[in-house]
């Protein structure tokens, strides 16, 4: 079992729609994720981190944490074609010096 | 301001060439890692360096070695390369630690081994 697992899609969402990606992990003790974006050819850059169970909303994107499930999401509401790219779900987990990545999800928002 | 800068961009190497991935940051961060990326692989951590004059592995150590030259630079030294080191290779740097913290990436390295 992977230690992060998310679909690689490809999701694709018309503009102005809610993109939403989601994210499972396997340790249940885990305490950090984040959720960085990677344009084709480019480096990831972080998005978002949330620590605690809830949402978490900053501007357009709003990430929401499950630790009973194990789940974390990712929403993008109002969806740009600048927003096409890959996510990449990041779990820290406890007493860890690694991130654990998921393989991403690649979304394209269609104009 | 720079932030993490890699050399070089592309490389194409023969099986059982060796090669060094040069990565320096100007952020004074105390943190640095290697990652290589690897289509439904995703990132995986080769090795990291704490903070000067300290390295670990990561998941993937096998085939490579590491120097934390100073604050600023981490090199990846590949003595011997496979073609199952093909890969694009990022490094990395936090101003701490790992733990809560934002890696700031490099540009990358497309390396290719023949």
């Known amino acids: 079992q992977k230690e992060v697992e998310q679909n690689s899609g490809p999701l694709s969402v018309p503009e102005g729609a809610i993109a939403s990606l989601n994210c499972t992990y396997s340790?249940?003790?885990?305490?950090?994720f984040f959720w960085y974006r990677q344009y084709s050819g480019k480096s990831p850059e972080l998005i978002m981190s949330?620590?605690?169970?809830g949402d978490k909303e900053d501007g357009r994107f709003t990430a929401q944490l499950n630790k009973a499930s194990q789940y974390v999401s990712l929403l993008i509401r109002d969806s740009q074609p600048s927003d096409s790219a890959t996510y990449l779900c990041?779990?820290?987990?406890?007493?860890?010096?690694?991130?654990?990545f998921g393989t991403g999800t690649r979304l394209t928002v269609i104009p | 301001n720079a932030g993490v800068t890699q050399t070089p961009k592309f490389q194409v190497l023969k099986t059982g060439q060796s090669m060094t991935l040069q990565c320096a940051q100007d952020?004074?961060?105390?943190?640095m890692y290697w990652y290589r990326q690897d289509p439904g692989m995703g990132l995986r951590l080769i090795y990291y360096?704490?903070?000067?004059?300290?390295?670990d592995k990561g998941e993937v150590p096998n085939g490579y070695n590491v120097s934390r030259l100073n604050k600023r630079e981490f090199s990846l030294r590949l003595e011997s390369a496979a073609p199952s080191q093909t890969s694009v290779y990022f490094c990395?740097?936090?101003?701490?630690?790992?733990?809560?913290?934002?890696?700031?990436f490099g540009s990358g390295t497309q390396l290719s081994v023949l």
């Open positions: 990395a740097s936090s101003p701490r630690g790992v733990q809560s913290e934002k890696l700031f």
């Open positions: 949330i620590y605690s169970n």
């Open positions: 340790d249940r003790v885990s305490q950090s």
């Open positions: 952020m004074n961060h105390n943190s």
């Open positions: 360096s704490a903070s000067e004059g300290t390295t």
């Open positions: 990041a779990v820290l987990q406890t007493g860890a010096n690694n991130l654990f």
